[in-house]
């Protein structure tokens, strides 16, 4: 085998990336304390071609030094927006009719693996996924607001996954299911 080359891999540049479809999904970062968790955010987020993060609360925004670390300039790629309370980031969205889903673990929540999309009916054009902080979580009164809860399923003792982690869990899969090629 041979590792094929950046050229080879035919990435689009930044500015043909800029004209592509976007995934019908929005990203809300909750209050998420590390800069280098919304670089990954980022990262991921352009891997996927999501619509854009919401960053709130104390999330860091661009520019910065952290988030660029694990961004790798992905936070010139991917839009996004910033918003003081998460609250009214996911009120807004629900307002222009995404389904927004908290990733975390809350009764009711569905188990990754199991959920389905299609009950969302038409309303299903768009989502909105909100992970939180990373000892906290969601909020409660931001959890209160969602239309769904997905939780991600584990075995291990800690119960938890870092919050970058999960983002890479829950976009692929929401990829994978969302994603129609032109």
């Known amino acids: 085998m041979r590792k094929i080359t950046n050229e080879e891999l035919g990435r689009p540049t930044p500015e043909a990336f800029a004209t592509q479809r976007r995934l019908p999904l929005t990203v809300v970062l909750d209050n998420v304390r590390s800069a280098n968790n919304t670089g990954a955010f980022f990262r991921t987020g352009d891997a996927f071609g999501i619509e854009r993060l919401v960053l709130c609360g104390i999330t860091a925004t661009p520019p910065s030094r952290d988030i660029h670390k694990s961004a790798l300039g992905a936070e010139l790629t991917v839009s996004w927006e ?59 009164e931001v959890v209160d607001l969602c239309d769904g809860a997905i939780e991600i399923p584990q075995v291990g003792t800690k119960h938890s996954l870092n919050v970058a982690v999960s983002g890479g869990v829950v976009l692929w899969e929401f990829f994978k299911r969302l994603h129609r090629p032109r």
């Open 82 to 140: 910033y918003e003081t309370e998460s609250t009214k980031a996911v009120e807004r969205l629900r307002n222009e009719g995404y389904t927004v889903l908290a990733v975390e673990q809350v009764r009711g929540a569905v188990s990754l693996e199991c959920l389905d999309l299609s009950p969302f009916g038409e309303k299903a054009a768009r989502f909105a996924l909100v992970f939180g902080n990373e000892v906290e979580g969601v909020q409660q």
